[in-house]
């Protein structure tokens, strides 16, 4: 995902996106150890996915004590 596609989305639907990224990078793990994972560039994509929501996640965090 894009970074302005995460940050139009409200903390629900980040939340959502954070476990469905989570989710879906196990099965990427698990496909990896099987054998079965051919793109193993999407293990790194997905983890950066996961850092950029958790980073908004914070941002939006810290920009709410300030109001």
Known sequence: MKIDELRSMSDE???????????????????????????????????????RIKTLQLEKTKEGGDE
Do not use: P
Request: hydrophobic share 35%; no cysteine; net charge positive.
């Open 13 to 51: 639907e980040l939340s959502q996106a954070a476990i469905n990224a989570s989710e879906y990078l196990f099965r990427l793990r698990f496909q990896h150890h099987t054998g079965q994972l051919t793109a193993t560039s999407s293990l790194k994509e997905t983890r950066r996915t996961i850092a």
